[in-house]
């Protein structure tokens, strides 16, 4: 692995399902972040990670959840997916919360 | 409410120049981010401003005025790769980075 990656890299999904979306980064930042991006609205951030076991949440928390057991994963839970939440999502991390952040290739949400 | 302004869409011409402006309303203030994001792709990072001034990467040159609340992508001459949404981002006083909705660059032949 190089870099920031993503999993799956799309996915179509029933209305009420639970879905987790994964990311991964062999980059040893501290700092990781979920980001939804939509036509016209630009990046939305969902929760981020200041550090491995601390999570925050972002502009658009409602109906996700993350976790960061570890510095190297941090995996973003739709509980009950509904239409709304279909997006394309960004996973991303940096060093630090004010350094630059590198983006994973996305996943493509569709949720019916 | 914290807020950043880009124009959403311009055209310009193969091997010309464009500036592409940035203006920015938050709560403090540690430094503005350019990213480059072409269709169906993720962002990719160009520069970084955190001190008034201008700085020069090759063809891309990017300017900060901190008083104004201001900033510019410069892209020299001009090439068809470079058809792309350019995402101006500020890292506000809570360390969290404030994103706007991006600028779509379309370059004609």
């Known amino acids: 692995i190089a870099g920031i990656t993503q999993a799956p890299t799309s996915q179509i999904l029933a209305a009420g399902r639970r879905m987790t979306l994964r990311c991964t980064q062999d980059?040893?930042?501290?700092?990781m972040y979920w980001y939804r991006q939509d036509l016209g609205l630009g990046l939305r951030l969902i929760h981020y990670?200041?550090?491995?076991?601390?999570?925050g949440k972002g502009e658009v928390p409602d109906g996700y959840s993350v976790s960061r057991a570890n510095t190297d994963d941090f995996p973003l839970t739709l509980a009950s997916a509904v239409p709304s939440q279909t997006s394309v999502y960004f996973c991303?991390?940096?060093?630090?919360?004010?350094?630059?952040?590198?983006f994973g290739p996305g996943t493509r949400l569709l949720v019916l | 409410g914290q807020n950043i302004d880009q124009p959403t869409e311009m055209t310009a011409t193969e091997g010309a120049i464009v500036q592409i402006n940035c203006t920015y309303q938050?709560?403090?203030?540690?430094?503005l981010f350019w990213y480059q994001q072409h269709a169906g792709e993720a962002p990719t990072f160009l520069s970084y401003?955190?001190l008034d001034g201008l700085e020069e990467k090759g063809r891309f040159s990017s300017f900060l005025s901190r008083s104004k609340g201001y900033s510019y992508l410069l892209l020299k001459e001009l090439q068809m790769k470079d058809s792309a949404s350019y995402l101006c981002?500020?890292?506000?006083?809570?360390?969290?980075?404030?994103w706007g909705a991006g600028t779509k660059l379309i370059i004609k032949p």
């Open positions: 401003n955190v």
């Open positions: 980059m040893r930042h501290n700092a």
């Open positions: 981002a500020v890292i506000d006083s809570n360390y969290q980075l404030i």
């Open positions: 938050t709560s403090g203030f540690n430094g």
């Open positions: 991303a991390s940096s060093r630090t919360l004010q350094e630059t952040q590198y």
């Open positions: 990670s200041n550090t491995a076991g601390t999570t």
